[in-house]
């Protein structure tokens, strides 16, 4: 073995731990089987709970929301519910009826059992693209999986230079030869995974996009206050353009305070309603509290229409004022979606008109409220939140620094023996369970600053959401403690002073680091999957929201309050993040590989359950730029080879200290691959070009927001409803019919 670099293939860990506080487990394999054995448990135990709280409703999670049969629902019905799918839930059999199967753990063979066309009908398209990208991820890492195990572990476990046949380095690269020709088998599995990963995700990007037609509908921005006048813009297009014909013209409102007064107004409605109904069949009189903190009640009938008649004069008044704020924005639908792509490509802004034209998305897809936040604005906004976000989540809130904090404890010559014979929940479990539960809080941290920044539309604001929380995660998650980093203001340390060097690089790729990536996910594997079948954070929401309520009439409206889309950007991220740590780390720590063929299983099945059951469907794949999330979550797996590559390469440089033949193969293939992925992308779009395509039929839809529509019909009785039906009338009215006949 060559001396000059015979020191850096087993480096003091003692050592390391003054520079990179990274020795995080001390047992047995690391405390792998100490911390699967704490998630198996803990996994049961949380299953076992959400079935218990599941067998509570009798049907379906979000059908119970708009089921008109069956006796009174409890609080969990807007949760859990257990049954099976009778029947054809197509469009053409919507009063398909509903077999319920009471069987404990029922709700397992009924999601197991749901068709791709059951989750289309019900769902949306959004969750079929969703269900068919995680097919394809598993796939990927079926094969990964065969390869470490079958192949990459017996070759690591060959070498001697770590531990014996019960420690985990020696499973890790870190046990062959550094110049040995067998590392040459990694080199070429690296390189393989490039176009398998490519050849396999491709499919997902393009293949199940759905043909629809882009809209006819333009959008007009930066419309001069005079020209807000829907004869002054029809006449200025068809002057520019004689060929084409105008179906409509819609103009924006600033309706901001209007809509908060409508949700208001549409809350009492309902609950006066839900008033209504009960006393109409004979029962005791509602009672409603004046506050959440105090016993003083009055009538709830009474109270809920002196709220409606002083609301309604509200809502007409600032529905009024609301039309006399143009906002500088037109909708202008045309004859067809060949026309409306003519208008925009040829249509040359003057000195006087200087419009910015586009395909308008579609009107469910719009936030109308944020509308009225200007440009200046929007980008004032962004510099601050985004600004905040990094400074918070860069310096503080690394998820590495809380670790090693423990790390810091555990490391101290007076404690080490104490912390290590306390028991594996301390030692091994809680490190890798703090690093999960910070790591999850973080998207949510994204996902409300972002809902803060007032994107014009909820495609938009999804896609933020998810391309930014993937670049937290990767670098928080796992480019920092790959390279035996504590937080970013370490790595900014390190970029600035040098006396360190030596003991840094020796320090990178520890057995131990990958022994705690495999922790990391067989946590998330197992409590994470757990946890998002329970779905705690929307429970909270829901008993918070019961809790203030004035009276018991306000509660279908609750229910249909807190019922919202799958939130795809945040759960893509996330999944994207777990394959690239896998892929990373599938050559150099080949046991992560099952734990994450674990995770993925787990995760598509519990979201196949969570898309059908829990969720309203979404339909941003057919909207235009609305498929873009979907192509650039394939478009994010790119950096799992990538980030392999680079580091196989540096494995290769660093441990033999100097720029070998295979640091050299690796180092080109990561050239030509960053090369083929700028200039030559091989991975497709999901979107669709506008003249590829045959157009839909149907009217085009209208581009008025909801709350400038008065088209609330109030009815005495309730009205019988399919399992797709989710209005807010339909839900109050069963609902107050269910709770006076009980």
């Known amino acids: 073995m060559n001396d000059t670099y015979a020191g850096l293939l087993v480096p003091d860990r003692d050592t390391c731990n003054v520079v990179n506080k990274t020795k995080l487990l001390l047992n047995l394999y690391e405390g792998i089987p100490e911390t699967l054995l704490l998630n198996v448990i803990s996994w049961f135990f949380l299953i076992m709970l959400f079935t218990l709280l599941r067998q509570q409703a009798w049907d379906y999670g979000r059908l119970a929301l708009v089921n008109s049969h069956g006796e009174n629902k409890r609080w969990t019905q807007l949760f859990y519910a257990h049954g099976n799918v009778g029947g054809q839930l197509g469009a053409e059999s919507s009063d398909a009826s509903l077999s319920i199967d009471?069987?404990?753990?029922?709700?397992?063979?009924?999601?197991?059992?749901?068709?791709?066309?059951?989750?289309?009908?019900?769902?949306?398209p959004d969750a079929v693209h969703y269900l068919s990208f995680q097919r394809h991820l598993m796939l990927v890492m079926s094969i990964m999986t065969f390869i470490s195990i079958v192949i990459i572990l017996p070759i690591n476990f060959s070498g001697e230079l770590i531990g014996d046949r019960n420690s985990f380095g020696h499973t890790t690269i870190s046990n062959l030869e550094p110049d040995g020709g067998v590392m040459w088998v990694h080199v070429f599995f690296a390189i393989a995974y490039v176009p398998m990963v490519v050849l396999i995700m491709r499919r997902a990007s393009g293949r199940n996009a759905f043909k629809t037609a882009p809209t006819r509908t333009v959008m007009a921005t930066n419309v001069a206050?005079?020209?807000?006048?829907?004869?002054?813009?029809?006449?200025?297009?068809?002057q520019l353009f004689p060929d084409v014909g105008i179906d409509d013209i819609q103009l924006a409102y600033n309706i901001n305070s209007l809509i908060k007064a409508a949700e208001e107004y549409e809350r009492i409605v309902d609950a006066r309603i839900y008033c209504e109904v009960h006393r109409n069949r004979d029962r005791e009189p509602l009672q409603a509290k004046l506050s959440c903190w105090s016993c003083e009640s009055v009538d709830a009938l009474e109270y809920y229409k002196d709220e409606e008649a002083r609301l309604a004069g509200q809502v007409s008044r600032l529905r009024a004022s609301a039309l006399n704020e143009p906002l500088g924005i037109a909708f202008i639908t045309l004859n067809s979606a060949h026309e409306a792509q003519h208008v925009i490509l040829h249509f040359k802004p003057g000195t006087y008109r200087d419009w910015d034209l586009s395909?308008?998305?579609?009107p469910s897809d719009i936030f109308w409220e944020h509308l009225s936040v200007d440009t200046a604005q929007w980008y004032c906004k962004w510099i601050t939140v985004n600004l905040v976000l990094f400074l918070f989540l860069f310096f503080l809130t690394t998820p590495v620094i809380i670790v090693n904090m423990l790390d810091t404890f555990s490391l101290t010559k007076n404690t080490t023996s104490q912390i290590s014979k306390i028991s594996p929940l301390v030692s091994e479990f809680l490190p890798t369970l703090l690093l999960w539960s910070l790591s999850a809080l973080m998207p949510v941290i994204v996902a409300y600053s972002d809902t803060w920044?007032?994107?014009?539309?909820?495609?938009?604001?999804?896609?933020?959401?998810m391309t930014k929380t993937?670049?937290?995660?990767?670098?928080m998650i796992l480019i920092l403690p790959s390279l035996g980093l504590t937080s970013a203001e370490a790595f900014l340390e390190w970029?600035?002073?040098?006396?360190?060097e030596t003991y840094r690089w020796q320090c990178?790729?520890?057995p131990d680091k990958g022994a705690f990536f495999v922790n990391y996910i067989i946590t998330a594997a197992f409590i994470g999957t757990a946890l998002e079948l329970i779905r705690f954070p929307d429970l909270i929401c829901y008993i918070w929201k019961l809790a203030t309520a004035k009276s018991r009439a306000e509660t279908p409206h609750i229910r249909k309050s807190i019922l919202i889309t799958f939130p795809f950007g945040i759960h893509y991220a996330w999944m994207v993040m777990v394959f690239t740590m896998s892929t990373v780390y599938s050559l150099a720590c080949p046991l992560i590989m099952p734990f994450a063929m674990t995770y993925i299983l787990l995760k598509h099945f519990v979201d196949k359950h969570n898309l059908f059951f829990a969720f309203a469907p979404s339909n941003m794949i057919s909207q235009g730029s609305g498929g873009k999330i979907h192509s650039t979550a394939v478009t994010?797996?790119?950096?799992?080879?990538i980030l392999l590559l680079s580091i196989m390469a540096a494995l290769a440089g660093v441990r033999e200290g100097r720029l070998n033949v295979r640091a050299v193969v690796l180092i080109t293939a990561l050239v030509v691959t960053l090369v083929m992925f700028t200039f030559m992308s091989p991975i497709k779009k999901c979107t669709t070009k506008p003249l590829s395509i045959v157009e839909t039929e149907g009217a085009a839809p209208i581009y008025v927001a909801d709350v400038l529509i008065n088209r609330r019909i109030v009815s005495d009785s309730p009205s019988h409803l399919s399992y797709g039906s989710d209005t807010t009338m339909d839900i109050v009215m069963n609902d107050a019919g269910r709770s006076v006949t009980a």
């Open 453 to 465: 920044l007032s994107h014009w539309t909820r495609s938009r604001q999804n896609y933020v959401i």
């Open 495 to 500: 970029t600035i002073k040098n006396n360190n």
């Open 470 to 475: 993937f670049g937290y995660l990767l670098f």
């Open 225 to 238: 206050q005079p020209d807000c006048d829907k004869n002054a813009i029809r006449t200025y297009v068809q």
């Open 102 to 124: 009471r069987g404990f753990f029922s709700w397992i063979l009924a999601t197991w059992r749901l068709t791709r066309e059951q989750i289309l009908t019900h769902s949306g």
């Open 359 to 362: 395909f308008a998305p579609a």
């Open 636 to 641: 994010m797996t790119k950096f799992s080879v």
């Open 508 to 510: 990178i790729f520890l």
